[in-house]
């Protein structure tokens, strides 16, 4: 039920559509990607699914054969008559939206929702952020990124990948890239690897107050990742406040699990 490669093509060529690389349009053309991405989802009948960036429409329609109730947002002018005509028979809401500024209370209201969505690549890890520091009616994900992108959302400590969107995603939720996809399955190709990465929310880490302590440091540390923390911390950290907290100043950013920063924060200078 999902698009081919030349179904794509003459949706295209018929709307005179010209992929844009700025709103990072590279459409999904491959059925069996799509029949994953929709079953690593856990898409059940009758859940509701917000996908952004539905372009023509080919992962709508998985979601849909899934018995998901999905609200796809599209914001370019150009595409959204084309996918009114492809999702809207099997029964998705089409909505025409910047994703970066929508009224997400007013659009999803009561309940809980999945996200499912092949974002686009330029803007996808401030929406994940966002979405998970904002939006908490969307309770799990199940995003497709660019491959780094993914595994610095999803990395944990000790790697090379961990830094400021692992920590701030982990505040939120749990991460983890379960699958990669090649180039080769998009119309056109990006230039890069891709990886669908599952997000699942838990309770946030800490209140607003300890966040914003935890995240300033999180900057100033991972600002200088070579740095041990009694440097790059030296103006908000005291040794007395390492010893206090149990972190070792010889330590590097890259080292902490967010427990370590709930504790430093707690002794830091605001
Ligand atoms: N879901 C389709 C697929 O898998 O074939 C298209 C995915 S494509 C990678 C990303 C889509 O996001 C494009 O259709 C693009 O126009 C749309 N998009 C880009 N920026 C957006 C924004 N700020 N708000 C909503 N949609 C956006």
Known sequence: MTHSPTEIRALLAAGGVEPSRALGQNFLADANVIRKIVRLAGVRSGDRVVEIGAG??????????????????????????ILRSVVEPVGATVVQADVMEMDWPAQLGE??????????????????LDLLATVPAIDRMLVMVQL??????????GTKAYGIP????????????????????????????????AIRRHEPAGDDAQRRAVFSLVEAGFGQRRKMLRRSLAEMVTPEAFAIAGI???????????ADWLRLAAEANP
């Open 166 to 197: 692992s920590v701030r995603r982990a505040w939120w939720a749990d991460a983890e890239v379960v699958g990669k996809v090649s180039p080769g399955v998009f119309i056109p190709p990006p230039r890069v690897e891709s990886a669908l990465v």
């Open 56 to 81: 023509l429409g080919s992962l709508t329609l998985g979601l849909a054969e899934a018995g998901a109730v999905v609200t796809a947002i599209e914001i370019d002018r150009r595409l959204v008559p």
């Open 111 to 128: 309940g809980t929702w999945s996200l499912v969505a092949n974002l686009p690549y330029n803007i996808a890890t401030p929406v994940v």
């Open 148 to 157: 780094e992108v993914g595994e610095r959302l999803a990395a944990t400590p």
């Open 248 to 258: 070792r100043p010889e330590a590097r950013a890259e080292e902490l699990v967010i």
